[in-house]
């Protein structure tokens, strides 16, 4: 498997490299994007059942103010909701809560995702928002065959 394998990783992520066109995405982008390379894993930021809970172990492609790329050894659905943490040598340095906006296989058990940073869910229902309400229009999957649930229905 390519994600467990880091020389494969990065010589595929070159080749994305080279495939990246920025005039496709002029006018569409808010925010210039640095090329990086690191690792990460994604944990679930929003979880009413008893699901798989481990974290994904993913690498970095880009980053910018509103998002990031990365890829990954599964897909992941379009407007699910993700925590993830950056990681320095093994360990935490920070994490942000994320929204899958595009997931695309690039080869067998590798796929290109595409992240846009978002506000915790927690803290949004604490601000009074449904945090399994609409991003752009569109409903947000917290997570596939799940609901919300409210701060006070968790006990």
Same mark, same amino acid.
């Given at each position: ?6 020389? *494969?990783?990065? *010589?595929?992520?070159a ?5 990246? %066109?920025?005039?496709?995405? @002029?006018?569409?982008?808010?925010y210039q ?5 690191g690792?990460?894993?994604? +944990? ?5 059942g ?5 974290p ?5 492609? %880009? ?9 990954? %050894? ?21 994490? @942000?809560?994320?929204?899958?906006? +595009? ?8 796929y ?23 991003? %752009?229009?569109? @409903? ?6 799940? *609901?919300?649930? *409210? ?5």
């Open positions: 498997m390519v994600a467990n394998d880091p020389r *494969a990783l990065l *010589a595929v992520l080749k994305l490299e080279n495939l990246r %066109d920025p005039a496709r995405c @002029q006018g569409l982008r808010q994007r640095w090329v990086v390379r690792d990460a894993t994604l +944990h679930q930021a929003v979880d009413a008893g699901i798989d809970r481990r994904l172990a993913i690498q970095l492609r %880009d980053v910018s103010w509103g998002g990031l790329g990365f890829v990954c %050894d599964r897909p992941l659905h379009a407007k699910s909701v993700w925590r993830i943490h950056f990681l320095h040598q093994g360990m935490t340095i920070g994490h @942000q809560c994320m929204v899958v906006r +595009h997931c695309r296989l690039v080869r067998d058990n590798l290109l995702l595409g992240g846009q940073f978002c506000i915790e869910a927690g803290l949004l229902s604490l601000l009074g928002g449904d945090p399994t309400a609409e991003i %752009d229009g569109r @409903q947000v999957e917290a997570n596939p065959g799940s *609901a919300f649930l *409210a701060p006070g229905e968790v006990a």
